[in-house]
């Protein structure tokens, strides 16, 4: 039962949940449009036509019935998805099966063995069509985004030879920064490749950046901080020209657009399942005769081949069994939001998802920048309403004369949960003029977030405003 605001949704059991268009479906979609259009958009003139229609089109009641934690009281406003989002209950059953059923080794010969190497495979295809990977073999699954961004970069490290040159950027998460720096002990040297003051990072400022020295450059698909989307395609463009390797960090861009390593053109991908609706685990794509060819440790037994090669030890099965669940929670959103009854791939469904999410999120975030103008605050990076399209809804801001932990306690005790602080990225602090030890407040909102939660955050903000 999903209620909120006079209105109840009965839903499904969520191990047999499915987004299809059946006379559930329709009920969930035609309620949320009701709901949106008559409680909870922001006021007329804040929204453009496309974020409106988004915003009144897509079934925000049943994505929120879907999330267990988001329906269980007192209630929460949860704006903190940028450190881990929540889960879906066809995820949580993904994964209490994989403990009740099949909590053991893989690799043997009986049933519940045969299990966990079955669910390995159908989780590898799932990622793979997530990132359209050419083939499953290339993705390699273990303990989070960091952690693979680091075995790449030792790998890396061993052989540099004459292109020792690396490009970073001022924006990024310091898990994709530190991780580099540290091969100067192995005769790397760095460049940096700088966000101008529109809070973005341009594909032509990184051209004179490259040499024939250049290894490889090392960006993010959007910040994690300030929300910017990064134009990873002109990027890779331009330092494959160069002879070069792009290595992307996926993190925070995964819940929010459609992921596409053909389309980017990069070379490696790392991402966090944590971000994207899946329990705690990573993932690592890369092109495979680049994996292949990828020095790491194994033992003598494991074949010199993607993903065996990379995958060193036991990683968490149940948690790549949630994993495998997200996607699916993806497609069959997409599979509701496609036109009529028309059958589509997987990869269609996802794209229709990725899509519909995007613009929805787009409404949130014109709403976020309604509610932080009007009591305020500084917003660091994109402001500009006609380029919305430009960043996801994650804003980092302040409020003038109150400091940032503050601010965040106030929300705290209003039952509104963002984060404060440096947000992992110092340098990027540093180039705003903040202070790493206090750094901004971070509001980070997702897709089962709702107008009517940005408007009780504005307004909790400005008694919080008036109060201090």
Same mark, same amino acid.
């Given at each position: 039962?999903?209620?909120?605001?006079?209105?109840?949704?009965?839903?499904?059991?969520?191990?047999?949940?499915?987004?299809?268009?059946?006379?559930? /479906?329709? #009920?969930?979609?035609?309620?949320?449009?009701?709901?949106?259009? =008559?409680?909870?958009?922001?006021?007329?003139?804040?929204?453009?036509?496309?974020?409106?229609?988004?915003?009144?089109?897509?079934?925000?009641?049943?994505?929120?019935?879907?999330?267990?934690?988001?329906?269980?009281?007192?209630?929460?406003?949860?704006?903190?998805?940028?450190?881990?989002?929540?889960?879906?209950?066809?995820?949580?059953?993904?994964?209490?099966?994989?403990?009740?059923?099949?909590?053991?080794?893989?690799?043997?010969?009986?049933?519940? $063995?045969?299990?966990?190497?079955? #669910?390995?495979?159908?989780?590898?295809?799932?990622?793979?069509?997530?990132?359209?990977?050419?083939?499953?073999?290339?993705? /390699?699954?273990?303990?989070?985004? #960091?952690?693979?961004?680091?075995?790449?970069?030792?790998?890396?490290?061993?052989?540099?030879?004459?292109?020792?040159?690396?490009?970073? #950027?001022?924006?990024?998460?310091?898990?994709?920064?530190?991780?580099?720096?540290?091969? @100067?002990?192995?005769?790397?040297?760095?460049?940096?490749?700088?966000?101008? @003051?529109?809070?973005?990072?341009?594909? =032509?400022?990184?051209?004179?950046?490259?040499?024939?020295?250049?290894?490889?450059?090392?960006?993010?698909?959007?910040?994690? /901080?300030?929300?910017?989307?990064?134009?990873?395609?002109?990027?890779? =463009?331009?330092?494959?020209?160069?002879?070069?390797?792009?290595? &992307?960090?996926?993190?925070?861009?995964?819940?929010?657009?459609?992921?596409?390593?053909?389309?980017?053109?990069?070379?490696?991908?790392?991402?966090?399942?944590?971000?994207?609706? /899946?329990?705690?685990?990573?993932?690592?794509?890369?092109?495979?005769?680049?994996?292949? $060819?990828?020095?790491?440790?194994?033992?003598?037994?494991?074949?010199?081949?993607?993903?065996?090669?990379?995958?060193?030890?036991?990683?968490?099965?149940?948690?790549?069994?949630?994993?495998?669940?997200?996607?699916?929670?993806?497609? =069959?959103?997409?599979? &509701?939001?496609?036109?009529?009854?028309?059958?589509?791939?997987?990869?269609?469904?996802?794209?229709?998802? &990725?899509?519909?999410?995007?613009?929805? @999120?787009? $409404?949130?975030?014109?709403?976020?920048? @309604?509610?932080?103008?009007?009591?305020?605050?500084?917003?660091?990076?994109?402001?500009?309403?006609?380029?919305?399209?430009?960043?996801?809804?994650?804003?980092?801001? %302040?409020?003038?004369?109150?400091?940032?932990?503050?601010?965040?306690?106030? +929300?705290?005790?209003? %039952?509104?949960?963002?984060?404060?602080?440096?947000?992992?990225?110092?340098? +990027?602090?540093?180039? &705003?003029?903040?202070?790493? %030890?206090?750094?901004?407040?971070?509001?980070?909102?997702?897709?089962? %977030?709702?107008?009517?939660?940005?408007?009780?955050?504005?307004?909790?903000?400005?008694?919080?405003?008036? $109060?201090?």
């Amino acid at each position: 039962m999903f209620e909120g605001r006079g209105y109840q949704l009965e839903i499904a059991p969520a191990f047999h949940w499915s987004l299809k268009t059946d006379i559930l /479906a329709h #009920t969930a979609r035609a309620a949320a449009c009701q709901i949106l259009g =008559e409680q909870v958009l922001p006021s007329k003139g804040t929204l453009d036509n496309d974020s409106a229609f988004a915003a009144t089109s897509f079934p925000i009641a049943h994505v929120r019935a879907a999330f267990p934690a988001l329906n269980r009281p007192p209630g929460f406003v949860f704006f903190d998805n940028a450190a881990g989002a929540q889960i879906p209950q066809i995820v949580l059953d993904a994964v209490n099966h994989h403990l009740l059923e099949c909590n053991v080794q893989r690799g043997g010969r009986y049933a519940k $063995s045969q299990e966990v190497d079955a #669910t390995i495979v159908r989780a590898r295809k799932s990622v793979a069509d997530l990132v359209n990977a050419r083939d499953p073999s290339e993705i /390699a699954f273990g303990m989070n985004a #960091t952690s693979f961004i680091r075995m790449v970069s030792l790998a890396i490290g061993q052989a540099l030879g004459a292109r020792n040159e690396i490009v970073l #950027t001022d924006m990024d998460h310091e898990a994709n920064v530190a991780t580099w720096l540290i091969l @100067e002990r192995f005769g790397a040297k760095f460049s940096w490749w700088k966000m101008r @003051e529109d809070g973005l990072l341009h594909a =032509e400022d990184l051209v004179p950046l490259l040499s024939s020295r250049t290894r490889l450059v090392a960006c993010t698909l959007a910040s994690n /901080a300030i929300g910017s989307i990064v134009d990873v395609a002109a990027a890779a =463009e331009v330092t494959h020209r160069a002879g070069a390797e792009i290595f &992307l960090d996926a993190v925070h861009y995964a819940p929010h657009g459609l992921i596409d390593v053909r389309a980017f053109d990069c070379d490696y991908l790392a991402c966090s399942g944590y971000k994207i609706f /899946a329990p705690h685990m990573g993932f690592l794509w890369g092109r495979r005769e680049l994996l292949q $060819s990828l020095p790491t440790f194994r033992e003598d037994f494991i074949p010199d081949e993607p993903p065996g090669k990379i995958e060193a030890g036991t990683f968490i099965y149940e948690n790549v069994a949630g994993m495998d669940a997200a996607v699916r929670y993806l497609e =069959e959103l997409g599979k &509701l939001l496609s036109p009529g009854d028309i059958a589509v791939s997987r990869r269609a469904a996802l794209q229709h998802a &990725l899509t519909a999410i995007q613009k929805y @999120e787009q $409404s949130l975030t014109l709403g976020m920048l @309604e509610v932080l103008n009007r009591c305020g605050a500084t917003v660091y990076g994109i402001t500009d309403k006609g380029r919305v399209h430009h960043r996801v809804p994650t804003l980092c801001f %302040n409020v003038p004369k109150i400091p940032p932990a503050k601010v965040t306690e106030k +929300l705290a005790s209003a %039952n509104i949960g963002v984060r404060d602080g440096h947000m992992y990225a110092p340098r +990027l602090m540093k180039r &705003l003029g903040l202070s790493t %030890n206090s750094g901004a407040v971070r509001a980070s909102l997702v897709h089962y %977030n709702t107008p009517d939660e940005v408007r009780e955050f504005g307004a909790t903000l400005d008694e919080i405003k008036r $109060s201090c």
